[in-house]
């Protein structure tokens, strides 16, 4: 590995460590975030999260989520941001990262799974993060690596966080040991990955076969006798509620023209052109060698290379990285994050053609050079003014719903007093009409965590504050309308169109067994097909669990794929409104001499997923048995 490549990595190397170490038990489902009971949703809260005896607050996940999002900038560049990982529900997926270890743990915990001090110590030095030529770095160079982190991390935390790794590991082996493999599984499960088959498909689509069907009064009302539950209306719901509009809040508020200039002067970076940087280095190794002449020597090379000599010669005569030496020292683009901190510091603060005094790094002594540097250039304020303004428009919107929110849950307990407690702060409660599940509420638009607690509420509760698209809300419902069957003449025009729809499908299958039938035979099956008229999708060599062309992936379809002898042509296959005719043309069985080759691999690939699913399904019998409670408006605090 060069030096360069050891300077890049080590700035992230902490995050991919622990990545292995703390979730070396993995959790194969990330379930959708617990419905939080509306009593945990009120107010704004320290605690985010209750697992068991354990509380997460708002800072202990701030600190994750903030790290996870410095990790995600330096990889692409700064160009992640909260709202990007907001959009991709990273967000909650880190929450419930952090949620299903807490779980984990508890578990563990219960069934007495414990790590030892020296097994913690024992796991450090067996890092590869910490060896050099297979040996421990030392107890000095663990410590500064740990100091050398953005943001540093304590001995102290880094070792209770290889702990909680240890034992989540125990816990899984704990819970999976006894799973084993058989010789004949492991022998199928090699064939399955590796045997291949080339197909031809025609596909006939019921919607092909809709032109000229008709049906007639006969055919809806048998239809509608024999499936009137297919049209059953579910049960609705009508809702009184208080809307609390981030939108009018945002255009009741104006900065103040030094706020906006602090928000200016505070957030600049945000502002400003990122600074493009290329360096060269030369790199003079201190380790084993006296110090002092060590710096004598590089202020003597700084001197000379400022005097005019050339940098290049000087770095492939003296320089000690052998990654770079034979460049001249060129590093390349240098991007904030890529290298450690005293490095980074000095380079971006040169001027293009600028040599750095020598620098001093884990590394050693590091001369650098700014062989090209641009950006770093900031827009005015006028440019930025309206972006700003609307910024704090909304972060003031937000507040002030969020404290009326918490003023009007704290006085409300029933409907009358939600409408005393509106009413009083200017906001007058509406009235929707019947709504069922998954359908938009007139006034709160489509909402489902609204949807979700308003069925679950009987007449004369009151559940919020509840996040919606415009605003937290309060919701009561006032009305039910129980589920019933419509008479025919309701649904008419969908039944009339399920009997079409159903005709076009027999049609369809009665044409694919038709074909099926005649170029069952015929040794070349694709010209055949087309002198018909029939359109043929040709695959590849094709694995189990690759999609056909035209098809896609389908269970039924590819199970009659590798089934089927060689020249075969299937009976019509049924997916969906899709009748699917296939023909074999060509099988690779999978090779009996690399079995051998690749049986450990396969093993331990095929041990580890019955393992993690086994675990995953014993993790979720074991979550139903531990009390976990999500505050939603505190999870919103830590993550803007």
Known sequence: MTMLDGMRRHKGWLKWSLALVCLAFVFLYVPPLMDPAPELTGGMTDVLARVGEHEITVGEFRAIYLRQLQNYQAQSGGEITTEILQSMGIDRQLLQQVIDEYAALAEAERLGVTVSDAEVRERIVSLPSFQQNGQFIGE???????????PGTSPAQFEEDVRRGLTLERLQAAVTNWITISEDDLQEEYINRNERVRVSAISFRADDFREGLEATDEDVGALYEQSSSDYLVPEKRRLRFVLLDVPALKETFAPADADVQSYYDNNLDRYSEATTLRASHILLRTEGSDLAAVQARAEALVEEARAGADFVALAQEHSDDEGTKALGGDLGLVAPGQMVPEFENAAFALEQGEISDPVSSMFGLHIIKATEKSGGTSQPLADVRDDIVDLLKQES???????????????VTGPEDLDVAAQRRGYEPQESGFAAP??????L???PDVTN???????????GPIQTPTGPAFVTVVGIQDPYVPPLEEVEARVRDDVIRRKAFVAAQERAAEISAQLASVEDFEPAAIEVGLEVN???LLTRGTAIPGIGLNAAVEAAAFSLPVGDTSDPILTGNTAVVLRIEERQEAAESAFETNRETLLNQLMTERQNRFFAAYMNNARARILIDVDLAAFAQAVT
């Open 140 to 150: 000095q160079a663990y410590l500064e690596m740990l100091r050398l982190q953005a």
């Open 397 to 411: 919107a937000d507040a002030r719903a969020s404290a009326l929110a918490e003023a009007i849950a704290a006085e």
């Open 438 to 443: 998954g359908e938009p509420i007139l006034g």
């Open 445 to 447: 638009g489509f909402s």
């Open 453 to 463: 607690q308003a069925f679950q509420l009987q007449v004369g509760e009151v559940a």
């Open 538 to 540: 040709s695959s590849d």
